[in-house]
């Protein structure tokens, strides 16, 4: 389980350290695609072969939604090793989706992690509707 926040800076060369914490339970490659809310998702292989199936599942000849979200999911995803000093190179087309320039926030979230901007995670933790108050009572019918 992916757990934790940590900040770091991104080099020149598009590269960031992933924290040893995950580097442990992501092993010797991984997947990183496009995420919600202009973030990316890292999952580990596991976690993708079970997501690749049910994406697989889902009847792309008659929902349309179903083949647009496939081909988000897909065209942005990449197979990445960190190197021996366990970066990671972010493609460039991520980068941008995500607005990574230099400063970034990896948080685990259970079953995957996220990479977010600086300033896309602070802007999103200002959101007033992201406060325990506010989503206990939301989620109340989810016995959380």
Request: hydrophobic share 35%; net charge negative; with cysteine.
């Amino acid at each position: 389980m992916f757990i934790g926040e940590y900040q770091h800076s991104m080099d020149s060369k598009g590269r960031v350290i992933m924290p040893s914490k995950f580097r442990e339970s992501l092993g010797p490659s991984f997947y990183v695609t496009k995420g919600m809310e202009n973030c990316l998702f890292i999952f580990d292989n596991e976690e993708w072969e079970e997501l690749a199936t049910r994406i697989n599942s889902m009847n792309q000849l008659s929902r349309k939604e179903a083949r647009g979200f496939a081909r988000l999911f897909y065209a942005g995803a990449s197979n990445i090793e960190p190197d021996k000093q366990g970066r990671i190179l972010l493609p460039p087309n991520l980068r941008e989706y995500a607005n990574i320039d230099k400063e970034v926030y990896i948080i685990g979230v259970a079953k995957r992690i996220e990479i977010w901007s600086k300033e896309n995670w602070e802007n999103y933790n200002d959101d007033d509707f992201l406060n325990y108050d506010t989503l206990t009572e939301k989620m109340a019918d989810l016995n959380i």
